[in-house]
């Protein structure tokens, strides 16, 4: 397969152990034509699997980032808690974004020192912006973009922007209130976040600042300099984000860091954006879990450092990859200081700053699911059951690997996975029987007339018995055929005996060249495949697929990992064929509106064959499934 | 065919010249500051690299948008360029402008290390570039996939 993005998905599969294993795992085979099994279960076809998505209107350009780290199986464990308080030490909050403020707390603070900046225009503009030092208000009051100018000119403050609040965004990408049908969510839908302003109106600020917004985001004690008594926090925040850095080991800063792990608080750090093999500070000091940041491939994004080999990496999206594609950035809550307004969507952003906040929100979440855990121990979550990238076990480049909120949660793996062997009537594409296979693998068909058959396997997830179905996300379920699931070899029966048919399953991917109907790939109903389009208007996939019965069928477009449109996955558009190649219908959008760019055709058919073909606007992943009924 | 618009772009993206706040002559330093004869020594070289720049820069003339490039300039000091500068193809000799603006990227880079600056760690992309008017400028607005 020409697939770049496929292909650097099976060398993550192949580089961890684990999923190795599995892998090589679902060797399906025939023995003992004719021996009874267990009672058949009742499975059910449908569109997608279990996993759990909130009802935000933007979700879809957050679901490579989000499906990346299998947030949407998570959700399906946890999604956040009340009790649970993370820290944002950043660049402030805006308490009247609706799609964060229930999530806020009000006991954040404002340790940004006042400094006067150049305005462009004449005169200057304050780092602090709201008319003083530290005070008891996080809110981010102005974000200025800054303009360059000739030297020895400093940079000087060129006007208000139009998609700002850096500490906004972070925050909204561990909590942005979720499951609210408006704007984005979160990684929690539900959790505290308390905002600790101590970078500028610029995104800068000094180290003296950063470290008193440290101490008071441990609930530590801090001595402002104005005489009065040290201000506190009323408790320890359980996590604490550092989407901030410098390449300056500062002694004053690894003590404040010291101080607040002591304190109890798991800190996660951006590991800075220089592409050096080692981290900024403070995600480079001992205990701060650095995090490094991710593009849609799974592949360190060109600008990120490497994570240290205590660290691990996320999602902080890679735009200068994709020749300018923002869906491949990040996106989250942030303020339009021009229009004074929130905003959502004009929002998608890139950096390990980015990439920080997805770790500090799946830690939110194993504490929301486990409270009496320790820093320590849910670092242990985090890292322990990361998938791994690159070499086998830690390496400085990634780290543990790539964050996965549903192996924290769960502390496995991969979902736990059941076979089941299924019977295809090759002439007539009807379903004869599914058995569930042994814990070895074999499986058995009995009572099976003489004719001419295919054989499919499939891997459920936890017991649901759904098999042949798309599950996007970094698994999938594995589905294959005996001669392979785009040109399955038939088995003939005829009279008593055994039929052996042995063959390994994987998440099934398409046998290029099928763009003409000559060439087409099989698709049975009740199955799936993943493909690609590798150039938009020139490569085309063509399937056959087999009508047993008439009746109402469904063919349907999927992301293989995120939504269909976005990052890497093609904005399809499927046709479907008769036999002779004659146009009956197509459909290129489920719901445009929505930001659905999948595709879906439903109509009564005749038995017989068909063909579907399906076309991409952008080029990029999909997957396809064929399934009776709606 | 879809019609619609890419949700929208980066902030980074929206401006033509970001700078660093934290730059030579900004208060907001940390650590002790360097020494006054340092910092003339550093301003002046930081002078002379971005002159160097500039004069390697022209003007930006231009006939088609594929003659426009953006060009990474300088150091944030959580990473990455703290601006970018937009050049013609048909006009600049990439390879001289590359060549003075790596010295100056890393020539503040380097002063962000002796005067321990910090920054958020947003990444900051390049801006779409076009040619209107006859020159080379970022675009402002939103690429559509129609």
Redesign the interface.
Same mark, same amino acid.
């Given at each position: 397969l020409d697939s770049k993005r496929l292909q650097e998905a099976a060398n993550v599969l192949k580089s961890d152990p684990a999923v190795l294993a599995v892998e090589r795992n679902p060797i399906v085979y025939s023995d003992d034509y004719g021996v009874k099994f267990a009672p058949r279960a009742i499975y059910v076809d449908r569109a997608s699997a279990a996993a759990i998505l909130p009802s935000e209107e @933007?979700y879809p #350009?957050q679901a490579w980032h989000y499906g990346l780290i299998d947030l949407p199986s998570a959700w399906d464990i946890a999604t956040g808690s009340a009790s649970i308080l993370v820290a944002v030490v950043? #660049?402030g909050i805006r308490f009247d974004h609706p799609g964060i403020a229930g999530n806020l707390t009000s006991d954040g603070y404002d340790f940004v020192?006042d400094?006067? $900046?150049p305005a462009c225009g004449g005169g200057t503009v304050s780092?602090a912006g709201d008319g003083g030092g530290y005070d008891p208000d996080p809110t981010i009051p102005a974000d200025y973009? =800054?303009?360059?100018?000739?030297?020895? /000119?400093?940079?000087?403050a060129?006007g208000l922007?139009?998609?700002?609040a &850096?500490g906004l &965004?972070v925050a909204g990408t561990i909590g942005a209130v979720g499951n609210d049908g408006v704007g984005v969510t979160g990684v929690n839908w539900v959790v505290r976040i308390r905002p600790v302003r101590a /970078?500028?109106t610029?995104?800068? +600020? /000094?180290?003296?600042d *950063?470290i008193n917004g440290i101490l008071y985001a441990a609930g530590l004690p801090v001595d402002t300099g104005a005489g009065g008594p040290p201000i506190q926090a009323g408790s320890a925040a359980r996590i604490m984000n550092l %989407?901030?850095?410098?390449? *300056?080991s500062?002694t004053a800063e690894s003590l404040a860091v010291v101080a607040a792990q002591a304190a109890g608080v798991l800190l996660v750090a !951006?590991s800075?954006?220089? !592409?050096?093999t080692a981290p900024?500070y403070p995600a480079g000091f001992p205990g701060v879990l650095s995090v490094a940041?991710l593009g849609p491939n799974i592949t360190l !994004?060109g600008?990120s450092?490497y994570a240290g080999v205590n660290g691990i990496t996320a999602p +902080?999206g890679d735009?200068?990859s994709g020749g300018?594609?923002?869906?491949l950035?990040i =996106?989250s809550t942030?303020w339009d200081f021009q229009a004074n307004s929130p905003i959502y969507?004009? %929002? $998608?952003?890139? +950096?390990?700053? =980015?990439a920080?906040p997805h770790v500090a929100g799946v830690a939110a979440l194993i504490l929301a699911q486990s409270p009496s855990l320790t820093a320590d121990q849910v670092r242990g979550r985090l890292t322990g059951f990361a998938f791994n990238l690159g070499v086998a076990g830690p390496d400085n480049t990634f780290g543990f690997g790539l964050l996965n909120a549903r192996n924290s949660l769960t502390q496995s793996f991969a979902p736990s996975g059941t076979l089941h062997a299924r019977l295809y009537d090759a002439t007539t594409g009807a379903i004869v029987q599914t058995v569930p296979a042994a814990g070895n693998g074999s499986y058995a068909f009995s009572g099976v007339s003489d004719g001419n058959y295919y054989v499919f396997a499939g891997q459920d997830q936890n017991g649901d018995q759904q098999i042949g179905v798309p599950d996007a996300g970094l698994f999938g379920r594995r589905w294959g055929s005996f001669g392979g699931t785009s040109t399955p070899t038939g088995v003939t029966v005829a009279g008593t005996g055994t039929y052996p048919a042995s063959f390994t399953i994987a998440r099934p991917i398409e046998s290029e060249p099928n763009d003409a109907t000559g060439t087409a790939s099989a698709l049975v109903v009740g199955g799936y495949v993943v493909g690609v389009i590798g150039s938009p208007f020139v490569d085309s996939d063509v399937y056959r697929v087999l009508i047993p019965q008439a009746g109402q069928y469904t063919f349907e477009t999927t992301g293989y990992s995120g939504a269909c449109?976005f990052a890497l996955e093609d904005?399809t558009?499927l046709e479907l064929f008769d036999v002779n190649g004659i146009p009956i219908t197509s459909n290129?959008?489920i719901d @445009?509106g929505n /930001?659905n760019?999948c595709s879906r055709i439903t109509m009564a058919l005749s038995p017989g064959t068909y063909y579907l073909r399906v076309d991409g606007?952008?080029g990029g992943n999909y997957e396809l499934q064929a399934r009776s009924g709606n | 065919m879809t019609a619609w618009r890419r949700t929208s772009l980066p902030r980074a993206l929206l401006v033509l010249l970001t700078g660093s706040l934290l730059s030579v002559g900004c208060p907001a330093t940390r650590g002790p500051a360097p020494h006054r004869d340092e910092t003339v020594a550093d301003t002046t070289r930081l002078r002379e690299l971005r002159e160097a720049v500039e004069q390697q820069l022209g003007t930006p003339t231009c006939t088609d948008r594929s003659q426009c490039r953006a060009m990474p300039v300088g150091a944030k000091p959580c990473g990455g360029p703290s601006s970018y500068v937009v050049y013609s193809m048909a006009t600049t000799d990439s390879v001289r402008l590359a060549a003075v603006v790596q010295e100056y990227t890393a020539y503040q880079a380097d002063l962000n290390r002796k005067q321990e600056l910090v920054s958020d760690c947003q990444f900051l992309s390049a801006p779409p570039v076009d040619c209107m008017a006859g020159a080379c400028a970022a675009r402002s607005g939103i690429p559509s996939r129609d």
């Open positions: @933007l #350009a950043d #660049a020192t400094l006067a $900046i780092n973009d =800054m303009q360059a100018r000739p030297f020895p /000119l400093p940079p000087c060129s922007s139009s998609s700002g &850096h &965004h /970078l500028g610029s995104g800068s +600020g /000094l180290s003296t *950063v %989407s901030l850095g410098s390449s *300056v500062s !951006a800075g954006n220089s !592409a050096l900024a940041a !994004a600008y450092n +902080g735009l200068a300018g594609d923002p869906s950035g =996106m942030a969507d004009n %929002s $998608i952003w890139n +950096g390990t700053s =980015m920080a449109g904005d558009f290129d959008d @445009l /930001l760019f606007f952008l | -």
